[in-house]
């Protein structure tokens, strides 16, 4: 397994085919056990949809391993606070796609802006990606004032068969006059 994408306060360790099919399963001990966290109930019930969905893509394009489903790790505690993932690699204009929940307990401290901009500085020093998209609901306050904050803009939108409507947005990464990102 890779290394995790660690920042101040968040591991964000990559879920393996075999962790992912487990999550699917409805069966997050096991998982709980070999990331040596705690995988909260309503964790793993929000995840197991989405590890199925993940699971099927890594099946058949296992080249996009390295993009999808991550657990929000506390560092202190060691307890998971939400997920996050892109929706694959980038696509054909270099851009990839991220997604993130974090738990309603959770929520307005700072865990998924940390965790975004972990995860987009991984992605530009290992991958070179410069271009960021998010597809987030009208009716999603605390996305849009996340998106808002990493420099988003919206490009767009579009109707998604699961979600119905989505405004889209993309940002240049890092952000103009922040330094460079590093890896770790």
């Known amino acids: 397994m890779p290394e995790p994408i660690v920042s101040d306060r968040l591991e964000l360790p990559l879920l393996s085919e075999h962790q992912l099919a487990r999550l699917a399963a409805g069966s997050a001990d096991e998982v ?18 989405i590890a199925g969905f993940r699971l ?33 690699p980038p ?3 270099g851009i990839p796609e991220i997604g993130y929940t974090v738990l309603p307990g ?6 998924a802006s940390e965790a975004v901009r972990a995860l987009f500085n991984w992605a530009a020093s290992e991958h070179g990606v410069r271009r960021f998209r998010a597809s987030v609901s009208p009716d999603n306050q605390a996305s849009l004032g996340l998106i808002a904050k990493l420099g988003f803009t919206q ?4 109707w998604d068969e699961e979600d119905g409507l ?19």
């Open 155 to 158: 490009v767009g939108d579009q």
């Open 106 to 111: 959770y929520r307005r401290r700072g865990y």
């Open 56 to 88: 099927r893509q890594l099946r058949e394009l296992p080249r996009d391993a390295p993009w999808l489903l991550r657990p929000m790790l506390l560092r202190e505690g060691r307890i998971a606070v939400g997920h996050i993932n892109f929706h694959g």
């Open 32 to 49: 709980a056990g070999e990331l040596n966290a705690m995988l909260p109930p309503e964790w793993a019930d929000e995840v197991r949809r």
């Open 166 to 184: 989505e405004l889209v947005f993309e940002a240049a990464w890092p952000p103009q006059g922040s330094p460079s990102p590093r890896s770790g």
């Open 91 to 93: 696509d054909a204009e």
